[in-house]
């Protein structure tokens, strides 16, 4: 894998930022073993979509950044990831969690829509400059055109409103609409989970009754029954709680 | 926290770094 193109994918931005959705969660309220009370189904979709894009890294699998197979890669990726988006939404305990579900979708479709149409995220080349040093452009994969995700912004590039137009300065980054939604989406999804585990052991007050869960994600995480004993602890706790109360 | 739900905790703060890979697109530039 090429240092320099992993560089530009944001891996320390995305450990950092989840991070950040962690604290804003405690401060909440929750706790980090709430972050559990994320349903998830459908996982090997997610993984899917995630092995297309990186297997772009692979010189063996890569494939024409200019050509229609890049954009079929693409395009299953982000179907994958929608399909993922859309299974776990359905199976969400809770209303905070499905909206915050319902933001990263928002976020998805602003992004795949702008990716589809330009065979890859348009970059606007004035929010580089401001988010950037002239040797860090000099240097960028964008630049001599190999950069598999993203492609530089022209006068003939669609939705470009859409595209990395957003400078962030202190990460040296530019982002698009999608990006911001996608991130709000995420800090909504991880603060709202790592609450529910306190409402659900009785801990705090919920502000707005937890639905009952879904029949089928009653067996638990990724679709197995390995949280079914923690569901019952917490049951009973909440139980208790109003035994005492 | 047990070392069950320790794990549970980190695949799923991995999924979620899946999804934004997969799904977001921000791009360095460099500082």
């Known amino acids: ?245 | 926290m047990t070392k069950i739900t320790a794990v549970r905790v980190v695949a799923t703060l991995a999924a979620l770094m899946a999804l934004l890979y997969a799904v977001g697109a921000p791009h360095v530039v460099g500082g």
Request: net charge positive; charged share 15%.
């Open chain 1, 1 to 245: 894998m090429h240092r320099r193109e992993w560089d530009q994918q944001m891996p320390e931005a995305y450990v950092a930022g989840l991070g950040f959705a962690v604290i804003l969660g405690r401060m909440s309220g929750g706790r980090l073993a709430g972050i559990t009370q994320l349903r998830m189904r459908s996982m090997w979709l997610l993984w899917l979509a995630l092995a297309l894009q990186l297997s772009q890294y692979v010189p063996v699998l890569r494939v024409d950044p200019a050509g229609a197979g890049h954009r079929v890669l693409l395009g299953l990726s982000y179907a994958a990831a929608a399909l993922w988006l859309s299974r776990s939404g359905a199976v969400q305990p809770n209303r905070g969690l499905r909206i915050g579900l319902a933001i990263i979708g928002l976020g998805w479709a602003l992004n795949a829509t702008v990716v589809v149409a330009n065979n890859g995220m348009p970059v606007s080349t004035a929010a580089s400059w401001q988010a950037g040093t002239p040797g860090a452009l000099a240097n960028s994969t964008l630049e001599r055109g190999q950069m598999y995700k993203h492609v530089r912004a022209t006068s003939a590039t669609r939705l470009q409103p859409l595209g990395d137009v957003i400078p962030l300065r202190s990460l040296h980054a530019v982002a698009s609409p999608g990006d911001v939604i996608l991130w709000l989406g995420v800090l909504i999804t991880v603060a709202a989970a790592m609450r529910l585990d306190r409402v659900r052991t009785g801990q705090i007050t919920p502000a707005s009754p937890a639905a009952p869960l879904p029949a089928e994600s009653r067996t638990g995480w990724r679709g197995t029954r390995a949280d079914s004993g923690h569901a019952a602890e917490t049951t009973a706790a909440h139980r208790r709680g109003k035994e005492v109360s």
